[in-house]
């Protein structure tokens, strides 16, 4: 008797006894934990993944909320210190082999806020999952502001 694609797929992602689901969608993030040992990646990792692969987004002017930028701002500016936060403004939930991930956007003026969400979405995914080999259950995004440049940044200063 011979099983089809669609008998195939179905039994694949059927719940095992411990309640995991199993398949396609978990089976990079089952390399987490093997015979020989268990790998745990630790929230701080994930957040930096997240935050480098928004910020790689176009359009995305800032991530953070205004105190956060704030605070951030003032660091950049304190000699000896490491500069831009690159988690400022992502928030993570990090399981053994699923996370979560919340990010405060600033966009910039003109950009189509759906379109982005989108894009933030696509990128974040693929970077964690294919880095980390954890499941991305959720990106949720958070526009906090809309970045309109003054006038004065758009015109270049004048040398006399």
């Known amino acids: 008797m011979s099983t089809t694609a669609a008998?195939?797929?179905a039994a694949a992602t059927r719940e095992s006894p411990s309640g995991d689901r199993t398949g396609v969608s978990q089976r990079a993030?089952?390399?987490l934990v093997t015979s020989k040992g268990k790998t745990?990646?630790?929230?701080?990792v994930v957040?930096?993944?997240a935050g480098v692969a928004t910020r790689e987004v176009e359009g995305v002017?800032?991530?953070g909320s205004g105190g956060a930028r704030a605070v951030g701002s003032?660091?950049?500016r304190i000699p000896g210190s490491s500069g831009r936060n690159v988690s400022q403004g992502v928030g993570v939930e990090v399981g053994e082999r699923q996370a979560a991930i919340d990010l405060d956007v600033v966009v910039d003026y003109g950009v189509s806020i759906v379109d982005l969400a989108q894009t933030i979405r696509s990128n974040?995914?693929?970077s964690v999952e294919g880095m980390t080999g954890l499941e991305v259950t959720e990106v949720n995004i958070?526009?906090?502001d809309v970045f309109i440049p003054a006038e004065d940044e758009e015109q270049p200063t004048r040398v006399q």
């Open 7 to 9: 008998e195939k797929t």
């Open 74 to 76: 003032l660091r950049q």
């Open 47 to 49: 957040r930096k993944i």
């Open 29 to 31: 993030s089952t390399e």
């Open 40 to 44: 745990s990646i630790a929230d701080s």
């Open 142 to 144: 958070a526009v906090d």
């Open 61 to 63: 002017h800032n991530l």
């Open 124 to 126: 974040v995914v693929g």
